[in-house]
């Protein structure tokens, strides 16, 4: 069998669900391999786990009603993403077409000591070892890749893009030179949710592959999702894709209004259940969906991004029937503090741009944007909290010397910028949320 034609980095739940699911779809029906080789973020774990059950995986679809299980095998190797000499010969492979990546919002971030591990032959972060790829590439003289962020950022190609040709302009010009015409950085709308994946997840596929026949079988690492999925592209292939314009993926020019409509429908909408239902005392979506302390709010947000998103009221009202549904459906156990993660970086492009698009537009205060904002606050002072971007915030709060959530309002607003550094009608809606959820 050739050598896979796709590197995917970030061996995560979304990527086996998503990505791979296509890849597999396509290679189905066309019957022409094209193979991912799978980095984990570091740890080998993952990867030993997949190698050992030989690469395929159960895809689990759990519908309201049922599961619907299907073996997956576009996943052809798979490695540590600490393991260099892998990552090396990935990038030597004649025929890559692509690099695709889940790496969270966090794994976007360029950080002083990128430059130094790079110029020393040892990348360590998302950043620095795409950029030692690139090299290894144009190095060995061989042809141009597509690199696609499948992660839930604003303009995700874009970011992508610029801190790559920035980092590579500090690095070496030579490199520079060729990713301007050896790389290009497809944008992409993704979306499926996907919950992390229990023991009970794991025996159900073991118990489903047995009764296929594969009597020894152990599936360590099946996947959990739900039956929609939605993936949109814009950009250049210059090596090729597999078909998955074929298998459901939608091929646009412009992937902005896709990608805004997602980010502040659903994951908004779930931003704010999730800290909102978190001060509430709920552990699930689906969980605060049976709460109208939640869903008036959910709909009050929904509104005000209506008022803001470049589609028509009837296509928005679809999009939120359909979420409605996803959010409620039971059998999906999507975990509140897992969606509550990283909020520093997410909660500017989703609940802070729809309020600074209404804001633009004279439109007035939803209650949507403080509760989210209240409940973030409240999650802020527990110890659950993983973000790798708020540690600058708590040091604010230190010199402030504030401890509770109403007294942080003010260090919050200014951490997120400037122009809500004053914004006394959002800090006042803020404290009557917290007040609402009886926190001082
Ligand atoms: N789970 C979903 O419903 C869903 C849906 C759409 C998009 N996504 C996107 O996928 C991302 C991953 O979600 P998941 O469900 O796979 O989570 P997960 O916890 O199962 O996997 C996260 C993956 O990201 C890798 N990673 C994390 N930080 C990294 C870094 N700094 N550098 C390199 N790799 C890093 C980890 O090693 C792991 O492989 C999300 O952050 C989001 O952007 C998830
Ligand atoms: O993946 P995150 O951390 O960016 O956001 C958490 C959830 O909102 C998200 O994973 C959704 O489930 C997903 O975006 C659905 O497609």
Redesign the pocket.
Known sequence: MSDPRTIH??????????QAYYTHRAEQLTGQQTGIHAF????PD?AETLAAQGFGYTLIERGADGDKLELINSIRAASA?ADQDAWRDAWLVDDLQLVT???????Y?VTPDDLPALQAGRPG??MS?LLYGLQTRRQAGLGPVAVIS????ASNGEVLGRTVRELAGQWDDDLAAWIETSASFPSTM????????TDADRELATAWLREQGAEQAIDNMPVV?EPFTEWVIAGDFPAGRPAWDQVGVTVVDDVAPYEQRKLWLLNAGHSMLAYYGLALGHATIDQTMADPRCTELLEALWSAAAEVLPFDAAEIERACEALRVRFRNPRIR?NLI?IA??GSQKLPNRTLGIYRARRAARLPLDPGTPATLAGWLIHLGTDRVND?GVAELYSRFASAETATPSARIPVMLEFFGADLADDHELAAAIGDQLKQLDVK
């Open positions: 980095l970030g061996l995560g739940a979304f990527f086996r669900a998503h984990t973020g570091r740890k993952a993403g990546m889940t790496i969270t919002e966090a794994g971030r972060s998302a070892r499948c992660d839930n950022l993704v979306d499926r949710i996907t919950p992390a994946t999702c999507h897992q993660g990283d790798q």
